[in-house]
């Protein structure tokens, strides 16, 4: 037990610690503070109505995290992690689709990640079996695996891609949930011990809550009790050491099946219909993935820039010797197993680093048919892949001070200085990279050049630029290049279609919607855009076949729903059509779009006062729109509503000007695509209305 004295000499190395992992995260993550969206952000994010939120309701909060939702009327393929998408909520809220909030909420997390890690290591220097193993250096220990976790490159995509805040608050949460259980552990009062049990179980759902692969937090507790907590040496604890084994296991399966069928209808079809459209059988993804772990760690112990990308071209393991690459793998993989096992009692840092790291890949890197690479996932598994390095490189300095052997000790301590900077400047232009889809995906193209990826993406780029050739340029690259998902020629085909159906070539939109679908039956976005195109075309039949087939497939999304009924109220099946717009309704709730649709197809039933608050509403949740206003005008006309006929008139004449409301109209009349109201009606009355207060005017002169 240490003194007060000693107590008190220590606090300000450990601020110093947190304040050096807050200023160094900070410094190498500077320049991505406005870095743009990028991949899964849009789906997840920007095109993700649930977490517009527009006020901090508990009925807001609890949609927006999927939270007591049915899972068979509204699962939309998002996955069910809601406290990531609480947080992506809040921050919407607070600035909308705008980057930087976000990201300073992720390198906040980061720090935090590191700061809970710095605490943790030292924490298990208090342990029985390290609880002499560094003398007076377990704080710069655990400052240096901290430090050199926190900048390393690998994390960027973890830090720097919005979306992968759901693998930071599983790390954060995991990791936390470690610190409880290790610190119960060494605590001798008994309420503080289970106050801390039972965080300890509450960070395990948290942390599942955040992203599943935190299921496998059972088997690291039973890892940290093992390795730090049993001695091995005696019979009893080995003994006790194989029930905590398989208690672990039995928790973590358990664990697992909740998790699966408490998030999705039915997890093994969900996998079998994932495994269908991957170019690769379990057995070969498991084989592969030993090449991939093994190409983690080269990146982590050799972290060059022009090794680190969002996209890798990976050759599929068909055998053990098919790359030979692959047996290499196995038997490098094989022998850290065997060496961290063995060397449980004498290395207890080393073996649990590569244990830590290799059960926290579990889920991820194995038969479980997600795409083969991806660095964010290395976020939490190497959170102590460097702790047996810093203790090493700790302890050689301690030694060359001891010996008095100067030259040794400056020069052992410039290389770990140099090794830290060179870490920090790494991940530093790293993030130059992420700074737009542009630089994002050229970097991508030249680091896997044969993955259609990166010529995709980058075309999408010139397509939202307007920058069609190019865009198109790159689409017909990207169908001779290879697919981490062979269906996704479907997705270029489609993204190609509109580009035509932009420039209103539906002929030739319509050819590649249909080569689209043609390629992958079940691509729903192909489906609902070629019947948009019809629906333009007042093609409402086959529009409607189109959606019948789509909404038939299962968990059609709050846009299929839109649309159908949309289609149905254009020939005249309102009553049909209004099933619809409720059902797209509850998908999402403070939609404009909808109401609008609602109110319309009462106004067409003739039922005015119903048709009038759902169109109000919608004119109350935007501005700027005038297509509410227009069919309230158009009903209060129906209705006979001379008071809110004016009302609407000086609303349309202070919000927009004449010619921007004549434009308008004229639109409507002609598209077949947009609400249909009488724009006869609704145009003689404005002007009628103008003329008179016209003649008003004049006549006061």
């Known amino acids: ?72 009327s509204t699962h939309n393929g998002i996955q069910f992690r809601p406290i990531a998408f609480l947080t992506f909520a809040i921050n919407w809220y607070a600035g909308k689709d705008q980057p930087a909030g976000y990201h300073v909420v992720n390198i906040s997390l980061h720090i935090l990640c590191a700061a809970i890690l710095f605490f943790l290591l030292k924490s298990l220097f208090l342990t029985p079996n390290l609880s002499d193993y560094c003398e007076e250096d377990e ?30 608050l599983a790390t954060l949460i995991y990791i936390s949930g470690l610190l409880c259980y290790v610190q119960a552990r060494i ?20 942390a599942v809550g955040s992203k599943e692969n935190a299921v496998i937090f059972p088997l690291s507790l039973a890892l940290t009790e093992i390795v730090f907590f049993k001695n091995l040496s005696m019979g009893t604890h080995r003994k006790t050491s194989f029930y ?30 994932i495994s269908v459209v991957r170019p690769f ?30 996209e890798h071209s990976v050759a599929i393991s ?16 094989s022998g850290l197993l065997v060496l961290s096992l063995f060397q449980l009692r004498n290395m207890p840092i080393l073996s649990f680093s590569i244990l830590f790291f290799l059960l926290n890949h579990i889920i991820e890197s194995t038969v479980i048919p997600l795409e083969l690479v991806f660095e964010h996932r290395n976020h939490l598994p190497s959170a102590f892949i460097f702790f047996p390095i810093a203790t090493a490189g700790i302890k050689g300095l301690r030694y060359y001070q001891r010996m008095r052997r100067k030259p040794m000790f400056l020069i052992c301590f410039t290389v770990m200085t140099f090794f830290l900077i060179v870490l920090g400047v790494t991940t530093y232009l790293r993030n130059q990279v992420w700074a737009t889809e542009k630089t994002l995906w050229e970097d991508a193209m030249i680091k896997a050049p044969f993955s259609a990826r990166p010529y995709g993406r980058l075309a999408w780029y010139y397509e939202t630029k307007g920058q069609y050739n190019k865009a198109m340029g790159l ?32 002929e030739k939109a319509l050819v590649l919607y249909d080569r689209s679908i043609a390629t992958d039956p079940t691509y729903t976005k192909a489906l609902y855009d070629k019947a948009q195109i019809l629906t333009t075309l007042g093609e409402w039949d086959q529009a409607k076949e189109i959606m019948v087939s789509l909404i038939s497939m299962g968990k059609p999304i709050w846009n299929d729903l839109n649309l159908m009924g949309f289609i149905l109220m254009k020939q005249g099946l309102t009553e049909d059509a209004l099933e619809y717009f409720r059902n797209a309704n509850k998908l999402s709730p403070q939609n404009v779009m909808i109401f609008v649709n609602i109110g319309t197809s009462f106004s067409m039933m003739g039922q005015y006062q119903k048709a009038d608050w759902f169109l109000k509403q919608a004119n109350q949740m935007t501005t700027g729109n005038i297509i509410p206003l227009f069919c309230l005008l158009d009903n209060h ?63 006061t002169e």
């Open 1 to 72: 037990m240490t003194s007060d004295n000693t107590s008190n000499r220590m606090k300000p190395t450990t601020c110093f610690g947190y304040f050096l992992i807050l200023f160094i995260c900070v410094i190498v993550y500077s320049n991505s503070f406005h870095a743009s969206w990028h991949l899964d952000d849009y789906s997840n994010i920007i095109n993700n109505p649930t977490i517009h939120i527009s006020n901090l309701s508990q009925g807001s909060l609890f949609r927006a995290a999927g939270l007591f939702q049915n899972l068979n």
């Open 139 to 168: 704080q710069n220990i655990a400052l240096l695996t901290a430090a050199l976790w926190a900048i390393h490159p690998i994390q960027i995509q973890a830090v720097t891609y919005i979306v992968q805040r759901m693998a930071l």
């Open 187 to 206: 605590q001798t009062e008994k309420t503080v011990k289970f106050g801390l049990f039972s965080g300890c179980i509450l960070c395990l759902l948290l």
């Open 244 to 273: 905590i084994i398989i208690a672990a296991i039995i928790t973590t399966g358990i664990l697992s099946a909740l998790v699966a069928y408490s998030t999705m209808p039915n997890p093994m079809a969900f996998i079998n219909r």
């Open 281 to 310: 059988t379990p057995m070969e993804r498991l084989l592969t993935e030993s090449r991939v772990i093994i190409g983690y760690l080269s990146q982590i112990f050799c972290p060059l820039l022009t090794r680190f990308s969002i």
């Open 318 to 333: 068909t055998s053990l010797w098919d790359p030979i690459t692959t047996l290499a793998s196995i038997i490098l993989i």
């Open 475 to 506: 689409y017909e690259a990207s169908l001779s290049k290879q697919w981490a998902n062979p269906s996704s020629a479907s997705i270029t085909l489609s993204n190609m279609a509109g580009i035509y159906a932009a420039q209103q070539n539906y």
């Open 637 to 699: 006309i129906k209705a006979g509503n001379g008071d809110a006929l004016n009302t609407d008139v000086n609303e349309l004449v202070k919000n927009f000007s004449i010619e921007y409301i004549q434009d308008t109209l004229q639109q409507l009349s002609h598209s077949k695509s947009m609400v249909p109201i009488s724009t006869k009606a609704v145009s003689t009355f404005i002007a009628e209305n103008l003329r008179s207060r016209s003649d008003t005017l004049l006549r």
